[in-house]
């Protein structure tokens, strides 16, 4: 029995799913006689870069093609699709990508088409080639025979020499959507007799990952072990997927906190035999959709649940550090559940702080309070520090700043000029600072400080005084 993906291959340009671009200037080059000597198509694996390159080779050597489109009737059209036909040669680059294979390529284009009106090379995995083979290839590409096509088609356009880039014309095919999969799998389900829920094939066409040959693959694999019922538990069951329902519990323990249930959660995974980084991408899948309806908190959860997918792909003990991380998640109530409440509450306090410093004396404004929480983000605490042990008060363009101790006002005065920019940049404002209070303890605090010490720590204190005068102060307290 033919597998279904074979069955279902596409056979014209129109019946391709997706890839609208690369079959409209396919089609409008074949029915212009406008075909290029070389093509590499590029793209993810299983959205259609061979299949395409057979229709195109039906299409050129096709005996009475319609716009472009092969008729699928003549003798080359049908040879091509039972890979019977001499002038049509397919080739794996993995495993023929040495000198030796692309010397006969290159011999071999001397010789005219047997059958059809063009030789077809289409070489799959081409980045594979060896740095040889591509040399050897070079010459070819550039000035084949005009009775001659390539057609390479690749997975990493990124490990293909520039020089042979040059060469070709490139199209780049991209990851079927998960609605195209889903219309393909319906159509297919309704031709085979299989029956199908809807949430089953959209749960295929997610898994598929944008690759048509995969979903088919799955398709037929769940349709096999169920006589032809494509329900979702099925599914789930077949790719080695858990329930939607315990998908839905962790993630709402995660949330509540909750750390009884993400213990006996991953002892459930553990018993099923599942994996758990699978486990964690279908709780991923579900909190972006949630975030597609407008969910708060979803986002930010399945961000933090990305990076342990990413531990757990190569952890040696998946089981333990699902654990930790999710349990760790608990502890520290990481959870963007209540993440507006945390928001709501730092404001609050916030607003304290600003209402005690009122209450203190100082008539803080907007503009200054970007200023300090400009200091504090970059991380310039001493100047934050200083500003706010001191009084501040505006005065419309003019900000007196009352320091306290002699120290701070050492500390604010050299950075007076940059604390204007500030204003002045931050809050549009442009003020003149005014920084009132001593930079000289007072003699008779200091004398008091000295007469506390010892006599032998006062010399010593003395002694320092003098060899550094500029860095030894004394306050009193």
């Known amino acids: 029995m033919e597998v279904l993906y074979r069955k279902y291959r ?41 299949t395409m390159a057979r229709i195109l080779a039906k299409a050129v050597n096709c005996n009475d093609p319609t716009e472009g489109e092969p008729c699928n009737k003549c003798e080359a059209c049908q040879q091509i699709d039972a890979g019977s036909f001499l002038d049509v040669l397919e080739i794996d680059a993995a495993s023929n990508r040495g000198i030796d294979e692309i010397r006969k390529i290159r011999d071999y284009t001397s010789y005219m088409p047997v059958h059809g009106k063009m030789k077809v090379y289409i070489i799959d995995e081409f980045h594979m080639l ?19 096509l390539f057609v390479l088609a690749t997975t990493n356009l990124e490990k293909v020499p520039p020089t042979i880039l040059s060469r070709c014309q490139i199209f780049q095919f991209r990851n079927l959507t998960e609605d195209e999969i889903y219309e393909r799998l319906k159509y297919i389900c309704s031709n085979e007799g299989f029956r199908s829920q809807e949430s089953a094939l959209k749960l295929i066409a997610r898994r598929s990952k944008g690759g048509m040959r995969d979903a088919i693959a799955m398709l037929e694999q769940v349709a096999t072990y169920t006589g032809g019922d494509v329900v979702e538990a099925e599914v789930r069951d077949v790719l080695g997927l858990l329930p939607q329902e ?190 009132k209070g001593s930079s000289e303890p007072a003699e008779s605090g200091k004398n008091d400080v000295l007469e506390k010490l010892e006599e032998n720590e006062r010399d010593i204190v003395k002694k320092l005084m003098k060899l550094f005068p500029d860095r030894i102060r004394i306050e009193p307290d």
Do not use: C
């Open 130 to 148: 060896t740095k040889e083979a591509f040399n050897a290839l070079l010459k070819t590409l550039e000035e084949p025979p005009s009775h001659v």
């Open 10 to 50: 596409p056979r014209t340009f129109s019946e391709v799913v997706g890839q609208d671009s690369v079959k409209r200037l396919l089609r409008r080059a074949v029915s212009q006689g406008k075909i290029a000597h070389a093509y590499i198509f590029a793209g993810p694996r299983g959205t259609g870069k061979t």
């Open 246 to 435: 315990m998908i839905e519990r962790y993630v709402k323990a995660l949330r509540k906190g909750d750390a009884d249930e993400v213990v006996h959660i991953a002892e459930e995974i553990y018993r099923s035999g599942k994996e758990y980084e699978v486990f964690i991408e279908d709780a991923i899948d579900l909190l972006l959709e949630e975030a597609r309806k407008g969910e708060k908190g979803a986002a930010e959860l399945a961000s933090i649940l990305w990076n342990l997918y990413k531990e757990l792909r190569y952890a040696p003990d998946k089981r333990t550090i699902f654990e930790i991380k999710s349990l760790v998640l608990v502890a520290r109530k990481e959870i963007p559940h209540d993440h507006m409440e945390k928001i709501e509450e730092e404001k609050g306090k916030k607003k304290e702080e600003v209402e005690e410093r009122k209450r203190e004396g100082s008539e803080v404004s907007s503009r200054t309070l970007k200023v300090l929480e400009y200091l504090k983000d970059r991380g310039n605490m001493a100047v934050y520090v200083a500003l706010r042990m001191s009084k501040i008060v505006e005065q419309g363009d003019r900000v007196v700043v009352e320091v306290s101790k002699p120290f701070h006002y050492e500390l604010l005065h050299p950075y007076l000029d940059q604390l204007k920019g500030l204003y002045k940049n931050l809050a549009g404002s442009k003020v003149e600072i005014e920084l």
